[in-house]
């Protein structure tokens, strides 16, 4: 026999879990989809859902043929407090799962053989667009992946390289030089 | 350090420090060797990098 839950007409729909803090939709057997809402409706998704973009505010050299951490200084906004804005330039978020992340870095010269790249806990993840022969001033590298972070210890940060032959500098602003990212899927 | 190794090793000028044998990196605390897995130069000594 199907439970039906009526909403008052003045404190709406209350579902109140048990002490385990669990609250779980399950479909008969055989069928297994749980549509909310219905078509026309919307649902708000909110709590601890970790979602940052950062920029930078100054140019930075980086140095030819060295892959350098970009200095990503302004929060456009970080929900969970996560981007280390000050020393590492690093998200190190608190909720296990899986990230979408995006990154831009734009160099100030004309240059080629660049590149920007996602590192996560130190060690290159996903390279971006690559400028191989291209030489022109405000080439901007692109990189957009999906990593899993655990949630405690795992971080990531968005390094540059260029190998042009000198030391180069940075573009910077929030349109030039970014990262940011979202938890797509809960571990 | 990109200067220093070319000093050593004039034929890395030519060499693709983006290929992942020879990983140049900066945290933020100076350029440093982060991975050489070059197939026939050695990786130079902190004497020779001074």
Known sequence: ?187 | MYEKLIKIYPELATFNFASGAITLQNDGAGDYIAKWEHPTLAKPTAEQLV
């Open chain 1, 1 to 187: 026999m199907a439970s039906i839950i009526n909403a008052s007409t003045t404190s709406g729909v209350v579902i109140t879990g048990d002490t385990s803090g669990n609250l779980s939709l399950q479909t008969q057997a055989g069928a297994n989809t749980i549509t909310v809402p219905n078509t026309s409706g919307t649902m708000m998704v909110s709590g601890n859902m970790p979602a940052f973009s950062v920029y930078s505010n100054a140019q930075q050299t980086v140095n030819n043929g060295t892959f350098t951490k970009l200095s990503l200084q302004v929060k456009e906004f970080d929900t969970s407090s996560s981007f280390d804005n000050s020393t590492n330039y690093r998200f190190t978020p608190t909720v296990a799962g899986y990230y979408q992340i995006n990154g831009a870095g734009q160099i100030a010269t004309a240059s080629q053989g660049l590149l920007v790249s996602i590192y996560k806990n130190g060690s290159e993840y996903k390279r971006g667009i690559w400028f191989g022969n291209v030489a022109s001033i405000g080439n901007q590298s692109i990189v957009s992946t999906i990593v899993y972070l655990n949630g405690s210890t795992d971080y990531i940060e968005l390094y540059m390289y260029q190998a042009s032959g000198s030391n180069y500098l940075t573009n910077y602003g929030s349109n030039s030089t970014y990262l940011n990212g979202t938890l797509v899927r809960a571990a």
